[in-house]
T-cell receptor
């Protein structure tokens, strides 16, 4: 049972444009959501998070949006840069619980 | 501060063997989690340890086990290896004072032949 789903395995965008990565979850008890970025041969690194009491969190070029009624979150990267090319994982948890990850979306930003 | 350290980085085993992977968390972090990454499956949660006790467990067979030592270092063991166990095994630590951000190591790449 995949509680966190990223339905797009890959995404390709042009440098300077917006990248939108999507994530859906099924467990309404999740109250904390995170995005991680992973380069080949490296471990995932934390990017940005949002708690369920908010619907938006922004950090520089990265913004995460949370729609609790739709059980959907998205990560916006504006403007996209070639160095953003990586696999992006969304993750969710209940307070004190384990972090559940999605399958990942491979983003390719073309110069 | 040193990051999460995993050893070995790469290893090759044959079916039926067993393997032990090691993880040293960030200094001061007492929670250690293990994940398995395979293509198309993302990161699958194996287990989490805190203060030498297993706190959470994923849906993996009993061949997968782990433990944590008093210095917070952790090991995971896979017995009777199967071809499907080939994966990247990632260890992550966190400071429980922080809401939930995990800090990952670079992983141990296991290949089962």
């Amino acid at each position: 049972d995949q509680q966190v789903k990223q339905n797009s395995p890959s995404l390709s965008v042009q440098e300077g444009r917006i990248s939108i990565l999507n994530c859906d979850y099924t467990n309404s008890m999740f109250d904390y959501f995170l995005w991680y970025k992973k380069y080949p041969a490296e471990g995932p690194t934390f990017l940005i998070s949002i708690s369920s009491i908010k619907d938006k969190n922004e950090d520089g070029r990265f913004t995460v949006f949370l729609n609790k009624s739709a059980k959907h979150l998205s990560l916006h990267i504006v403007p996209s840069q070639p160095g953003d090319s990586a696999v992006y994982f969304c993750a969710a948890s209940r307070r004190g619980g384990k972090l559940i990850f999605g399958q990942g979306t491979e983003l390719s930003v073309k110069p | 501060k040193a990051g999460v350290t995993q050893t070995p980085r790469y290893l090759i085993k044959t079916r039926g063997q067993q393997v032990t992977l090691s993880c040293s968390p960030i200094s001061g972090h007492r929670s250690v989690s293990w994940y398995q990454q395979t293509p198309g499956q993302g990161l699958q949660f194996l287990f989490e340890y805190f203060s030498e006790t297993q706190r959470n467990k994923g849906n993996f067979p009993g061949r997968f086990s782990g433990r944590q030592f008093s210095n917070s270092r952790s090991e995971m063991n896979v017995s009777t290896l199967e071809l499907g166990d080939s994966a990247l095994y990632l260890c992550a630590s966190k400071d429980l004072a922080n809401t939930g951000e995990l800090f990952f190591g670079e992983g141990s790449r296991l290949t089962v032949l």
